[in-house]
């Protein structure tokens, strides 16, 4: 019988139930499914709030599975406190009321005709309902300059946002002053802050061979080997379909990346067998990666795996499913591959954005020898036995 213990610990400022168990995908998935289930990256583990309602339909749920559940650290603590139920908080569009609400619609409906994805329409959709509400139905001609930096600078100060997030309001309120022709915003002297030229986390090609034999269920190892072999987007991953892999031509075709465009990219060789035990064992209909139901995979699903699998292989690195994009091309400008071709693979639109992977690329940086490193091996051309000298120990005269 599998054993899951419930015990105490201090998260976040407050008291939680922690869940331990013997890793295994069945209980790992029955848990994930528990309706207030929360994983904690700091402590890697999942845990619930503290309540003794929660406690009780926890305790329920695990033992339709007929798991064990040791509880025996909970019960010598002071009665868990009764949970109170919230009124669900009301959304920042629900607030919006009358003009300001149509106004909303009328901006998403722009941006959508503007052929922008959905996702950018939420983010910048979710920006502009927070910039009405700033202006507290103030009249179109009151909006100037000044009233866009105050919304600007409260809300990346009380949001905490990154530069990214920041760059992605400013183009939001842009596209808002375009749509309403308010002239009091002068739209040029809008100006985003500068990119921040951060290198991308990279994994060896050691880590990511661990990382594979560390992914125990098929599925999720053949995503993981796809989105490195290829350098595919999450967004391409979960979005791809059977048609799509070329096992002949080994090609697979990417249709409609980011910036609307399509393109081929390699189908790994070493990963033909994977791949026709994945085809035979879960016989996707439409899409590679399919959910229980047989819809489309969700992003979160990959990430969670990912994490789950960077844990098991001892990765210590932050790892995103981006992380193995990141690796794909390093790793290509490593082995050799022109700048040309890695732009044309990863679909990038300029070859500056390909550039970010020429500082990381260890190929020329190999050839260097570090100066300390020639200061100790002139020091000991003369030894007879150089390889029982380092700087860690005493040198011999």
Known sequence: MIKVRLSSFVHRGRRQIKVDFPYSEEVNDHIKKFPKIRWSRTHQCFYLPYYQVLFLEFYAYLRERHFFVDYQQLTGLK?????KKREPRK??????EGRYLEIYKEYKVYLQGLRHSPNTVAV???????????LKEKRPAAIDNPVVQRFVEQLVSDKGYSISSHRQLISAIKHFAERFNISGIEVTSLKRPSKQKRLPVVLSQQEVISLLRHTAN?????????????????????????GDIDI???QVRIERGKGRKDRYVILAESILPLLQNYLQTYRPRHFMLEGNAGDMYSA????????????KAG????????????????HLIENGVGLRHVQELLGHAKPETTMIYTHIAKKDLLQIRSPLDEAVLQFLEPDKHPTKISVSGRFKG
Not at 79 to 83: A, G, L, Q
Not at 91 to 96: A, Q, R
Not at 300 to 311: H, I, K, P, Q
Not at 315 to 327: D, E
């Open 218 to 242: 098929l599925k999720h190892r053949l995503a993981l080997a796809l989105i490195y072999s290829a350098g595919l987007r999450i967004s391409e991953l979960i979005h791809l379909r059977k």
């Open 248 to 250: 002949d031509r080994r």
């Open 91 to 96: 959304s920042l569009i629900e607030l919006l």
């Open 79 to 83: 009665t868990i406190p009764k949970y």
């Open 124 to 134: 910048y959709g979710h920006f502009i309902v927070a910039f009405l509400l700033f």
């Open 300 to 311: 979160g699903s990959v990430r969670n795996f990912l994490r789950r699998s960077c844990f």
């Open 315 to 330: 990765i210590k690195k932050q790892v995103t499913p981006h992380t193995l994009r990141h690796s794909y091309a390093t």
